[in-house]
């Protein structure tokens, strides 16, 4: 299935790298300041969108931001605030943090650690946010 | 039968009635044709910015939500920017008819159309002045739609809208997630429930789609009446 991701980032030096994945496919990309990722992945019934951010450099201060994803052509919206990222601090920073920063951020579509950001979606995607729409709580 | 009855059971079977307050805040059905026509309509194209005129943030009339879709004011509130900042204040995912509805005794509404105009000749007839909330047109040229979304209310309401299709061509298309498309034949007057469904609209034909959304107090004598003999052909 089409998925198109679009990216910004921030570096000095160090060009943050990601790997998006499903729960059956995956590829990497080495991200520019903007980069439209377009790939095709197996996506199942039920499944995980995955960005794992694999570079993260403390020194460089790297940041990967999401700004859109588009799957099967259709822009997800704001439903990737969805999104669930859930960091691997490094040890060493983490040992000096009091209080300890959260094990997961959502909404969140900034990669400012190394981690894994992910999203649970379920085909047919258009059904998807259908259903997202209708379990909406927003309304009072 | 014997007559020796619990009183709350004899008090709800003599007293039971189509109750519109039931029908529009309990009831989550998505529409129901009301069993009212209202006569062809010379309604032009808007030309008002119906986006701009709701400070809507994105203002890209053709932007992913919607293209070429708008709309003209004919009844609201008539200090309008005074109304707007109090309105904005509950957040853009309230819509336009709530927005109205929450602030009608805050603020003074009146007609932005003359007295002899036939779109409000033809309202007045069903309801007062007093128990209008907002009035508007909805048009959409050949081509245009509006991108699937769900409104939302600040009050729980579900049928709440008074949708009249007074220009609505072959290849027009309402759709409803889950329930297929409203079957809107032109002149057809529908109370819409646009809060608990997604929905989305499309202009397939040649001509504009032309609609007269009407938010009013439901319990108004004439509609009420046209509610709950709708209600009861369509379930009976």
């Given at each position: 299935m089409k998925i198109k991701i679009e990216f910004e980032t921030e570096y000095k030096k160090v060009k943050p790298k990601c790997h998006v994945s499903t729960i059956n496919d995956g590829a990497s990309f080495d991200l520019e300041k903007t980069l439209t990722v377009d790939i095709d992945l197996v996506v199942v019934e039920n499944d995980n969108l995955s960005i794992e951010f694999l570079n993260k450099d403390d020194n460089d201060d790297n940041v990967i931001k999401i700004k859109s994803i588009h799957i099967d052509d259709i822009n997800l919206q704001h439903f990737i605030y969805k999104g669930v990222f859930r960091p691997a601090y490094n040890n060493e920073w983490y040992s000096k943090q009091d209080p300890k920063p959260p094990s997961e951020y959502t909404p969140c579509l900034e990669l400012r650690h190394h981690g894994i950001w992910s999203l649970e979606i379920s085909t047919p995607i258009w059904k998807m946010i259908m259903e997202q729409w209708i379990n909406d709580k927003t309304d009072s | 039968m014997t007559k020796q009855i619990p009183k709350l059971l004899k008090d709800a079977m003599e007293n039971n009635t189509v109750d519109v307050d039931v029908l529009s805040k309990h009831l989550k059905i998505p529409w129901i044709k009301l069993d009212i026509k209202i006569p062809n309509l010379d309604i032009p194209i808007s030309t008002e910015d119906w986006r701009e005129k709701w400070?809507?943030?994105?203002?890209?009339?053709?932007?992913?939500?919607?293209?070429?879709?708008?709309?003209?004011?004919?009844?609201?509130?008539?200090?309008?920017?005074?109304?707007?900042?109090?309105?904005?204040?509950?957040?853009?995912?309230?819509?336009?008819?709530?927005?109205?509805?929450?602030?009608?005794?805050?603020?003074?509404?009146?007609?932005?159309?003359?007295?002899?105009?036939?779109?409000?000749?033809?309202?007045?007839?069903?309801?007062?002045?007093?128990?209008?909330?907002?009035?508007?047109?909805?048009?959409?040229?050949?081509?245009?739609?509006?991108?699937?979304?769900?409104?939302?209310?600040?009050?729980?309401?579900?049928?709440?809208?008074?949708?009249?299709?007074?220009?609505?061509?072959?290849?027009?298309?309402?759709?409803?997630?889950?329930?297929?498309?409203?079957?809107?034949?032109?002149?057809?007057?529908?109370?819409?429930?646009?809060?608990?469904?997604?929905?989305?609209?499309?202009?397939?034909?040649?001509?504009?789609?032309?609609?007269?959304?009407?938010?009013?107090?439901?319990?108004?004598?004439?509609?009420?009446?046209?509610?709950?003999?709708?209600?009861?052909?369509?379930?009976?």
């Open positions: - | 400070g809507f943030k994105d203002l890209d009339k053709n932007s992913y939500q919607v293209n070429q879709w708008n709309g003209n004011l004919l009844f609201g509130p008539t200090e309008w920017q005074k109304f707007l900042d109090k309105a904005n204040q509950l957040g853009e995912q309230i819509d336009e008819d709530c927005k109205c509805r929450l602030f009608r005794k805050q603020f003074k509404y009146d007609w932005y159309i003359e007295k002899d105009n036939v779109v409000r000749k033809a309202i007045s007839k069903i309801f007062p002045d007093d128990d209008l909330n907002l009035v508007n047109t909805y048009t959409l040229p050949p081509g245009g739609w509006l991108f699937p979304h769900r409104d939302y209310g600040s009050d729980d309401l579900g049928l709440n809208k008074i949708y009249v299709a007074v220009k609505w061509g072959k290849g027009n298309v309402f759709g409803m997630y889950g329930c297929g498309n409203i079957p809107i034949e032109q002149g057809d007057v529908i109370l819409l429930n646009n809060y608990s469904l997604p929905h989305w609209v499309y202009n397939g034909s040649d001509d504009d789609r032309i609609v007269l959304d009407i938010s009013a107090n439901l319990k108004s004598k004439n509609i009420s009446e046209v509610i709950q003999r709708s209600f009861i052909n369509k379930f009976s």
